[in-house]
């Protein structure tokens, strides 16, 4: 078979409550798949059944075509897991850690020393390399992590919230990494919270939410679920409101609205460019200002807050979710 990781109806429970309620999904050998949902909807234990870390109540799981289940160890041997926490330690240097767990792999220590020395070159760690782990910054630390779960060279790589509590900079510069680890035909299972993140790095987004998979498919897909692309106008003055709702109806057609802060207004439009154009120039023949005029396209959050009726962003309070 050509999934990479393939989840048939795995259930978990914990007491009564149901941390996973029924969830499917299959990755493709060579594709990344985002693992998309809010916190506490299921993301990190799904990751700890498909790495072996824990048993799944009911249900089925595949990695690499071998059983999760009936075959832990060898698993265990196709895959790399960057989990939530670090597991690099402080108290080693970057190089020290990864020689170690390169030794924990066993490999000969010569090869251990000059894989340690190619994955630090890879990760732009080479002058941290001989310092503490302790010293270094959040953004090093995730690197390192990442490095120290390639050691064995994974055929497929699982990372639960690579990008939680980093910096943009630093955010950045791990997307970076990852678009060469994909470029190599690695298969990646990552979790996220951040729709851009789904949105830049996974070919194919799984939507996850109290236990159950909500949607799956590509970004476009999902956003085309909520609709099109909107006509979108800010009003300078509250008093013209009416006069550019008239226009926009003009222009756009009877589903002209208003937005909650009652000086924006919206009309889904099929228009492109064009209805922008044409609406600009009705509303300056009208003398109505704006501040802002725009075409705008739904977003993943859009694409949630449609299918769930709550923001992504909601939080349940117990980390640094933006
Ligand atoms: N070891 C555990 N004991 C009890 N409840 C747990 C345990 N692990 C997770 N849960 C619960 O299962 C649900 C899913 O948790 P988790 O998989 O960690 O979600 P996520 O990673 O998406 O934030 C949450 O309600 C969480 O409180
Ligand atoms: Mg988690």
Redesign the pocket.
């Known amino acids: 078979m050509d999934d990479a990781i393939r989840a048939d109806g795995l259930v978990?429970r914990?007491?009564d409550?149901a941390?996973?309620d029924g969830v499917s999904f299959d990755v493709p050998r060579g594709s990344v798949c985002g693992l998309l949902?809010?916190?506490?909807?299921?993301?990190?234990?799904?990751?700890?059944i498909l790495t072996t870390l824990t048993d799944a109540d009911g249900g089925h799981a595949h990695v690499g075509g071998l059983d999760v289940a009936a075959d832990p160890q060898s698993v265990r041997r196709i895959i790399g897991l960057a989990a939530?926490d670090a597991t690099v330690d402080g108290v080693l240097t970057g190089r020290e850690n990864l020689v170690m767990i390169g030794r924990l792999h066993h490999l000969p220590r010569g090869e251990a020393t000059g894989r340690a020395d190619e994955l630090l070159e890879q990760f732009s760690l080479v002058d941290a390399g001989d310092r503490l782990v302790k010293t270094y910054s959040g953004g090093m630390r995730r690197r390192l992590d990442l490095a120290a779960t390639l050691v064995a060279r994974p055929e497929v790589l699982f990372l639960?919230?690579p990008t939680t509590g980093l910096d943009p900079r630093a955010r950045n510069e791990l997307w970076d990494v990852l678009d060469t680890l994909v470029a190599e035909g690695t298969t990646i299972l990552l979790?996220t919270q951040y729709l851009e993140e789904a949105d830049r790095l996974a070919d194919d987004i799984v939507v996850?939410d109290h236990?159950r998979v909500i949607a799956r498919g590509d970004a476009a897909s999902l956003k085309r679920q909520v609709g099109g692309a909107q006509l979108a106008l800010t009003v300078a003055d509250p008093a013209r409101r009416g006069d550019a709702l008239r226009v926009l109806a003009d222009v756009a057609g009877e589903d002209a609205h208003a937005d909650g802060d009652g000086r924006t207004l919206r009309a889904p439009t099929g228009g492109g460019a064009s209805a922008v154009a044409e609406l600009a120039r009705r509303l300056d023949a009208d003398g109505v200002e704006v501040e802002d005029i725009g075409l705008t396209r739904p977003t993943l959050d859009d694409v949630f807050l449609t299918l769930t009726g709550a923001h992504i962003e909601q939080e349940d309070g117990d980390d640094d979710r933006r």
């Open positions: 978990k914990y007491g409550k941390a996973l949902g809010p916190n506490g909807a299921g993301k990190t234990t799904a990751v700890r939530q639960d919230e979790t996850i236990g």
